[in-house]
């Protein structure tokens, strides 16, 4: 069964703390992506990857980075939180560029910065 | 660049009732499109999905036809239970690697 994890399901941080959200998927899937999803925006792209140490950002990457050095882990990284990054974080991953392109989620993480 | 419009909820609706969800989309080309479905506490699943004009996807008892002269992918079920409540999120390939999704809609099925 595929799967992808997420390190936390709820998180809660401060402000200006250094945030980091980890996720694992055991398909060997060569994308990976983070999206934060909040009411009536549905979901946005935050950083994705296609290869190990390859990186592209998404709509909205400002506040956020990611690093990939092993081709089953993604992670997110918010170097100093901020109360409007309080969101729900997504992981998928998927395969190749060709064909249906479906993309596999993560549990999601709650993250509350206070 | 790609995007997608899908109906606002919250839709509540009876067991057994008719569910329609719209989805609109603008795009280069014809890209592949879908459904995920998002139940409580749990992350988003691929539902159904369509390559080209005219497919029609289908899993679980919904429905949903890639309709290329509306630009439309709408999401159907003939007679929903309570287990169908989630959200719901239409969305279409926007390059090599990415999905757009619209902004989800959350339907309740009461008992």
């Known amino acids: 069964d595929v799967k992808v994890t997420q390190s936390s399901r709820y998180l809660v941080k401060r402000t200006g703390e250094k945030v980091f959200l980890e996720c694992v998927q055991d398909?060997?899937?060569?994308?990976m992506f983070w999206y934060r999803q909040d009411p009536g925006l549905g979901l946005r792209l935050i950083y994705f990857s296609y290869d190990v140490k390859m990186k592209e950002k998404g709509d909205i990457p400002e506040g956020y980075s990611v690093s990939r050095e092993k081709k089953e882990r993604f992670s997110l990284i918010l170097e100093s939180a901020s109360t409007n990054q309080t969101s729900m974080y997504l992981c998928?991953?998927?395969?190749?560029?060709?064909?249906?392109?479906?993309?596999?989620f993560g549990p999601g993480t709650r993250l509350t910065v206070t | 660049g790609n995007s997608v419009t899908q109906m606002e909820g919250p839709v509540t609706l009876s067991e057994e009732a008719f569910l329609t969800i719209n989805c609109t989309y603008t795009a280069t080309g014809y890209p592949s499109l879908f459904w995920y479905v998002q139940y409580p506490g749990e992350g988003l699943q691929l539902l159904l999905k369509a390559t080209k004009a005219d497919d029609k996807g289908s899993n679980k008892g919904f429905e949903a036809t890639y309709r290329k002269e509306t630009t439309s992918f709408h999401l159907e079920k003939g007679s929903v239970q309570v287990s169908d409540s989630a959200v719901y999120f239409c969305?279409?390939?926007?390059?090599?690697?990415?999905?757009?999704f619209g902004a989800g809609t959350t339907v309740t099925v009461r008992a």
């Open positions: 998928a991953s998927s395969s190749g560029t060709s064909g249906i392109f479906e993309q596999y």
């Open positions: 398909m060997d899937h060569e994308n």
């Open positions: 969305a279409l390939r926007s390059g090599d690697y990415k999905l757009s």
